[in-house]
């Protein structure tokens, strides 16, 4: 079966930098584009960023431009976020999301999310 | 930037219809997806490409598009229903969702 697992929240400091993963398996991961999804406490959804199945092209939110990089390593099932210069409107949960592609893509997998707490 | 307009809440009495709009401009244009997030739970597509339900998803749950709106249905509201509903469109290459509508059965 489908699994997404996410790691690597964290408390952290405004302007620290935090790495985040998401372990794939149960799928074929090298075929399929993959994004990160954030939501802060008690608030809704917010696409963060997304990259194509062989990492080719990558697109972000505005807010996260520059800041965040998202990449894979196909070979270990692996997705990435790696945050830096963190703010504390970073805050909230953090979920990889796989894409169903198709006529209009949307996501058909999610991780249970892991949590970046931005404060001093 | 693209946006995507929600209703914050809805009641609904088990049994009846609820309805959830999303609004954005020329939204039927664009293909819409609804999610279902029950608290402390990931979402969970219940619509995609506007009307089609995946499998298990209850026959309940209906959606429709056109012109500036979308909407999700639930017919026969059922106390499980309840939970956060948010819409989402693509507006080129990226992904936006709508604010989200928090659905009580009561």
């Known amino acids: 079966q489908v699994q997404l697992v996410e790691s690597g929240g964290d408390l952290v400091q405004p302007e620290r930098s935090l790495n985040l993963s998401c372990a794939a398996s149960?799928?074929?991961?090298?075929?399929?584009?993959m994004h990160w999804v954030r939501q802060a406490p008690g608030k809704g959804l917010e696409w963060v960023a997304l990259?194509?199945?062989?990492?080719?092209?990558?697109y972000y939110l505005d807010s996260v431009k520059g800041r965040f990089t998202i990449s894979r390593d196909n070979s270990k099932k692996l997705l990435y976020l790696q945050m830096t210069s963190l703010r504390h409107e970073d805050t909230g949960v953090y979920f990889c999301?796989?894409?169903?592609?198709?006529?209009?893509?949307?996501?058909?997998?999610w991780g249970q999310g892991t949590l970046v707490a931005v404060s001093s | 930037s693209y946006d995507l307009t929600q209703p914050p809440s809805v009641s609904v009495s088990p049994g009846q219809t609820a309805s959830i709009t999303c609004s954005g401009d020329?939204?039927?244009?664009?293909?819409v997806f609804w999610y279902q997030q029950k608290r402390g739970q990931s979402p969970v597509v219940v619509i995609y490409?506007?009307?089609k339900r995946p499998s298990g998803i209850p026959e309940r749950f209906s959606g429709s598009n056109s012109g500036d709106a979308a909407t999700l249905t639930i017919g026969g509201a059922q106390a499980m229903d309840e939970g956060d509903y948010y819409c989402?469109?693509?507006?080129?290459?990226?992904?936006?969702f709508g604010g989200g509508t928090t659905l009580t059965v009561l």
């Open positions: 999301a796989r894409e169903h592609y198709g006529s209009g893509s949307y996501f058909d997998y």
């Open positions: 149960g799928f074929t991961f090298r075929t399929y584009s």
């Open positions: 990259i194509s199945y062989d990492g080719s092209y990558t």
């Open positions: 020329k939204l039927g244009n664009k293909n």
């Open positions: 490409q506007d009307t």
């Open positions: 989402q469109a693509w507006d080129s290459s990226y992904v936006v």
